[in-house]
Structure formats: C-alpha cells, structure tokens
C-alpha cells in the first residue's frame, strides 16, 4: 500500500501521449466542433498538470531490505 | 612433556573429529595458486586442482559457485573449506573462486563472453525498450558510493516525481555476486515491481569491477523480468553484465541522463505543444467561420436568383398585360364606343337619336346616333 501512495500522482508518459493525439486530431481537422471544443479544453488540463507535475513533485528514494540471508538459506 | 592419552576412534568417529578439527582450524580461509585439471561432471559437480611449484590440492565444488567457463592455467584464489569425504578422501570444498590478475580476469572473462555469446545472451533482439521516463526505479548499488550520489544528483537535477527504490548491495569483493544477484530476484519477486532496474558501480581496478564479469551476475541481468540499465566503471569498461543489459551506459552519471528526460527540454517541448494546441484550435475555428460563411454566401446566390427569376415573369407578364390593353387598341387608332359607361358591341339595341360616347386615344365625343345600319351579315 505505501507503494501506491508514493506514486507520482499522474503518469507522465500516458498523457503526453494523449496530448500528443489531441494535437493530431486537433490538426486534421476531421472532428466537430464541439468535439473540438472540448478536445482543447481537455489538452489545456493535459498542459496544466504537466507543467504542475514538471515544476512541483519531488524525487523520492526509500531504501528497501535486503534479504540476503534468506536467499543464501534457501 | 606429558604424553596425550590414546584415543581410540572408529574410522567413522576419526573422520567425523578430523572434519570437525578442520572446520574449527580452517573456518575461512583462502588459497591462491594456479588452476589444473579443470573438468565438469554431469554439467553440475567441478573438480580440480590448485597449485604452486611445490604443492598440489584437490578442490571440489558445484557449477554454480564458478565466475564462468575456467580452464588450466589461470591464477586464482579459492575460498572453501577442507573436508574429508568418508568415502572419497580429502578435498578442498570450495565456496568460491575469484581471479587473480589482470591477466586471469581477462582471460574468464572471453570464456565467458564466448560462451554467453553463443548462448545469444547479449543478442540485439532481446534488447527490450526502458520507459521513459520510469515513474519507479529498481535501484541497485551500493548507498555509500559516489555512484550512488551522482546518480541521484543527476535525476534529481533533470526530473521530477521518480521513485528510487534501492537496494544496497556490496559491488566488489567475494559477497558481491550473490548480494547484486540477490537484489536482482528481489526487485523481480515485489507483486508491484518498478518499472525498470537500473545497476551501477563507479570506475575501479579489473578486480573490483570483477563481480560484473561473472556468469552468475550476468544471467542475472539477462534473466530479469524487469528492464535493465546497466552502468559499471568509467566510459571504457564494458562488463559482460552491461552487454547482458537491455541498455547500458558509460558511467553511472550517464545512466542517469538516459533514464530520465531533461525538465527544462520538456518544458520547453510542452510550451511548444501548448501552443500547437491553441494554433490548432484557432485553426479550427476560422475553417468553420470559413465553412459557415461559404454557407452564408451560397444562401444569399440562392435567395438573389429566386427574386430575380420572379421579376423577370412579373416583367413579361406587364408587357402581356400591356399587349392586351384596350389603351393599346385605341394607340392603333381604334375608338371605344360606350351607351351610359357599357360597352357598346353591337348596334342591334342602338336606335337614332341615342346619345353614346366615343373614347379616342386623345379625346372623349358624346354625340347623338343619326341612323343604324345592321351590316347584311347581321340582319339575317
């Protein structure tokens, strides 16, 4: 369970990947524009929390046991 | 000097003390000299002999406890215990074997090298791809090194919002195979394990670096689940386990600048993408005004050739209209003849002395009948 809270809030990698085909769509232009609409608006919250997540969260390391011995015993 | 008393043992009892003696006297010890008769049984027990000019010992052990492939020749140093076999005779049981010298370390290694070669251990299509950047990082190091400091240095200087789960490890000496093969399974065995294992280890001697050049470390990196970084010594130090990792990096600074991306790069790459989008969606909108306004033009065209197409019906209408006129009669010279504002269209009901009136294209006449003449066609 501590390793699901030391998780970094939000996934880097899936949304710039879905910024990236927001763009796509954005940019092909064969969408309606209320899809459009709200294609842009969700690309500006994609925008904002990355720049949260670039500026804001800390590195953290914990430091695991090892278990030597009990690998050697077996 | 007193003499000891007689002991008398079964041959069983005597090797049992002899072992126990040995194990006391000899708990941890080493011996260093030049392997020969090396020879593997059944792919599981290896035996062999250790000597100098003088002596020559029997040494006795299993597959695993060996760096990699051996041969006659090579220097080494061999950790183990000596022990007699009740049934076999006297052996050196060993735990470990490590080379000595550049030259013997050189040597194990191209052994190795060949035979994990031709395994297709270091094969380019096993390479898997690393996420980048890991949201968790599988850290394998030792906590006091300078490795370990630059390393975190670095990631803490390019990005943001990594976990660095680490595991500390000894990386030189005797204990190191096992401590870094050992973190390797545990890191492999979490029910959720990072994204990616990263092994580093900072410059040093061909024997301290040693550890990363055996074939237990090796297969360890090749056999992980999770993707591996490997980066041990300085920029011209390749390891066998490097060459086993899906990636490897010069130095442990190094690996630290291929895992994760450079904040500042990507902000300015998503600066750049921020304004894509607003492009893109003013884009958007000024094609549909555009769309919306060829419409509105279309409509209009529409709208101005129904109104014309009706004025020009109204206008042959007029003309008709005109055409059919009496006015146009009487333009032509020809008078309308009326008794009391009706028409007058035959003369059948006109008697002399009937007052009518006669409208000519430029004057109204009343005048008076004098006399009718029914034309002959009529009379009848």
Known sequence: MTDKANKPQID???????????????????????????????????????????????????????????KESK | MPSMPELELSVSEFVASLNQTLEFAYSNVSIAGE?????????????????????SLKCFGTVFQLPGPLEGGILVKVRGLPKMHPQYGFSFNIQSI?????????????????????????????KRPLPFPPSRIGLITSSESAAYADFVKIINERWSGVNID????????????????????????????????????GGGSAE???????????????????????????????????????????????????????????MVALNNDSQKLHRAIEKFIDQTKQLLANKQDLLTDQVDQILSRAKEQLNTQ?????????????DRGYAIVRQSTKLVRSGRNIIPGAIL?????????????????????EQS
Do not use: C, M
């Not at chain 1, 500026?55 to 030597?68: A, F, P, R």
């Not at chain 2, 392997?35 to 002596?55: C, H, M, P, T």
């Not at chain 2, 007029?318 to 006015?327: D, E, F, K, Y």
């Open chain 1, 12 to 70: 880097y990698q899936l949304l710039r990947n879905e910024l990236d085909k927001i763009l796509d769509e954005l940019q092909g232009g064969e969408i309606d524009i209320e899809e459009a609409i709200s294609k842009y608006e969700r690309g500006q919250v994609i925008v904002k929390q990355l720049k949260e997540f670039l500026d804001g969260s800390e590195n953290k390391i914990k430091k695991l046991k090892t278990d030597l011995n009990k």
């Open chain 2, 35 to 55: 392997l020969a008769n090396f020879r593997v049984s059944k792919g599981q027990w290896v035996y062999f002999d250790i000597k100098d000019e003088q002596a």
């Open chain 2, 98 to 126: 490590q080379p000595i010298g550049e030259g013997a370390l050189k040597k194990i290694a191209d052994l190795l090298a060949l035979k994990l070669d031709k395994e297709g251990l270091f094969d380019e299509s096993r």
């Open chain 2, 166 to 201: 680490l595991i500390d490890v000894v990386v030189q000496g005797e204990l190191a195979p096992s401590s870094i093969t050992t973190a390797i399974s545990q890191f492999n065995e979490l029910s959720d394990p990072p994204d990616v294992l990263v092994i580093i280890r």
């Open chain 2, 208 to 266: 301290d670096l040693w550890a990363f050049n055996t074939e237990q470390v090796t297969r360890a990196v090749a056999a992980s689940r999770i993707p591996t970084l490997v980066a041990i010594g300085h920029e011209i130090d390749i390891s066998l386990a490097e060459l086993a990792a899906d990636q490897r990096a010069s130095t442990p600074s190094n690996a630290a600048q291929l895992i994760v991306p450079d904040r500042r790069q990507a």
């Open chain 2, 318 to 330: 007029i003309q008709l209209l005109a055409v059919l006129s009496p006015r146009a009669a009487l």
């Open chain 2, 357 to 377: 009136d006669i409208s000519l294209i430029d004057a109204d006449i009343k005048t008076e009948v004098l006399k009718v003449q029914l034309n002959a066609k």
